[in-house]
């Protein structure tokens, strides 16, 4: 199906440590996966994602890395402050349709519940 | 660039009165999606269009819930009659071709 499964729930970690979150699939042809941040009250927006032609993206203190033979992709953030506290959401999509006008639906995970204490 | 805007960002109903939300999209982009936020259910999307057009409404609730794109600068998304359950926040996002989904910042929905 089109199920997302995110884990885990809640992650709870130190100023300066390092946070992962995964996100498992199981619809083969998932070639985009965003990732998304909500603080308490806000809009989701993307922080960074990345499309089945690359294994791992970097953007300074965020990294995603893409495993299509195992249907799974992760969220990295290193050096973690207590800013990074928020509500992350792992995503999926793929082409509309063959000619791809647009990426289309997005199935969202759960989200992470992510707390950085100082 | 104003973002995508949604009005209104609050609204207070009773049940069985009629809901419409509005979204205007990001000047440009051609593809507009609807959301429902809950704590229970997560993020879901209702319905997406492309170029004004309707391609997937599975997510859709029942027939209380309608969608329109009458232009591609403005889309709504009714509840006819709301029921205390279709409490959420509503999300509208819009993106262009192939590209990011933006989020505008919602409209909390309650339903007594």
């Known amino acids: 199906g089109e199920n997302v499964e995110q884990h885990p729930s809640t992650l709870s970690v130190q100023e300066g440590d390092s946070a992962v979150i995964k996100c498992t699939y199981s619809d083969s042809a998932s070639n985009y996966f965003p990732w998304y941040k909500q603080e308490l009250g806000k809009r989701p927006q993307l922080i960074i994602d990345?499309?089945?032609?690359?294994g791992e993206k970097k953007d300074q203190r965020i990294a995603v890395t893409l495993n299509k033979t195992a249907k799974h992709f992760s969220l990295h953030i290193t050096e973690t402050q207590p800013e990074d506290s928020a509500v992350y959401f792992c995503?999926?999509?793929?082409?509309?349709?063959?000619?791809?006008?647009?990426?289309?639906?997005?199935?969202f995970g759960q989200g992470t519940i992510l707390t950085v204490h100082p | 660039d104003a973002g995508v805007i949604q009005s209104p960002r609050h609204e207070v109903t009773e049940m069985g009165q009629e809901v419409t939300l509005r979204c205007k999209p990001i000047?440009?982009?051609?593809?507009l999606f609807w959301y429902r936020q809950t704590m229970m259910r997560g993020l879901e999307l209702l319905i997406y269009?492309?170029?004004?057009?309707?391609?997937?409404d599975s997510g859709m609730p029942e027939d209380r819930f309608s969608a329109k794109m009458p232009n591609a600068s403005f889309s709504t998304l009714k509840i006819q009659p709301s029921e205390p359950r279709d409490s959420a926040v509503y999300f509208c996002a819009s993106s262009v071709l192939e590209g990011t989904q933006y989020f505008g910042p919602g409209t909390r929905l309650l339903v007594l």
């Open positions: 990345i499309r089945s032609n690359v």
């Open positions: 269009f492309n170029n004004n057009v309707p391609i997937d």
């Open positions: 000047s440009g982009h051609n593809s």
């Open positions: 995503a999926r999509g793929r082409k509309a349709n063959a000619g791809g006008t647009s990426y289309g639906k997005l199935t």
